[in-house]
């Protein structure tokens, strides 16, 4: 089972900052969270991902709670193109022994509206 | 690169047919996945392989699912007999050992009348 919550939709304004949140109150220490995005017909594809300090690609922002329990997905100047489902995942990092797989929840479908 | 690719994109079939469906990773990639999407259930993992190698088909559905890995660059997942459940999308993903980015195919659209 997924160890995320996540809000079933949001809408956001073209140009405006997009922030979807995600409960991961069961996250232990050595598991990271990972964002991967799903745009209508298409394979899911990553956007970020990290373990306790904020991050910041091309794509989003992350931004992790102290406590680690939860967590918020910045699109800073979201597009038409930018709507999708987001979702967040916990696991295991790369190479620390765990398992590979991704295990998706039902994640957010953000609409981005003109 | 390429990405990975996936074939058929789209399958139609009858119910009791043998389906096939391909899929060729990334290459250098040692890890590939097989998963299926359903408005129902989501996006489930079937299976995955390691360096050719099965290491956990928990998630096939039952006997009628089948997945190999002949080699580094080719996978199939076979369904035989399909039935009108299996209808779904199915996406192929890969990912190189140590790295954080996995990547999927564009999948294939199965129908099952």
């Known amino acids: 089972d997924a160890k995320t919550t996540q809000p079933p939709s949001m809408d956001c304004a073209e140009g405006r900052a997009a922030n979807l949140p995600c409960n991961h109150s069961?996250?232990?220490?050595?598991?990271?969270v990972y964002w991967y995005r799903q745009i209508h017909s298409q394979g899911p594809q990553y956007i970020i991902h990290g373990l306790k300090n904020n991050e910041t690609n091309e794509m989003a922002s992350l931004i992790i709670t102290e406590d680690r329990k939860s967590s918020t997905l910045i699109l800073p100047h979201a597009t038409l193109r930018d709507t999708a489902v987001y979702y967040c995942i916990v696991r295991s990092t790369a190479g620390q022994g765990g398992s590979e797989k991704l295990v998706f929840g039902k994640g957010t479908k953000l609409t981005v509206n003109p | 690169d390429a990405g990975v690719i996936q074939s058929p994109r789209h399958e139609v079939t009858e119910m009791g047919q043998e389906v096939t469906l391909r899929c060729k990773p990334i290459s250098g990639h040692d890890y590939l996945f097989w998963y299926r999407q359903t408005m129902m259930r989501g996006l489930e993992l079937l299976i995955y392989?390691?360096?050719?190698?099965?290491?956990?088909d928990s998630g096939m559905p039952e006997d009628r699912f089948s997945a190999k890995m002949p080699n580094a660059s080719f996978s199939t997942l076979k369904i035989q007999p399909s039935e009108p459940r299996d209808s779904a999308v199915y996406f192929c993903?890969?990912?190189?050992?140590?790295?954080?980015?996995?990547?999927f195919g564009p999948g294939t659209r199965l129908l099952v009348l």
């Open positions: 993903a890969s990912i190189r050992q140590g790295e954080e980015t996995q990547y």
């Open positions: 392989f390691n360096n050719n190698v099965p290491i956990d």
């Open positions: 069961t996250i232990s220490g050595n598991e990271y």
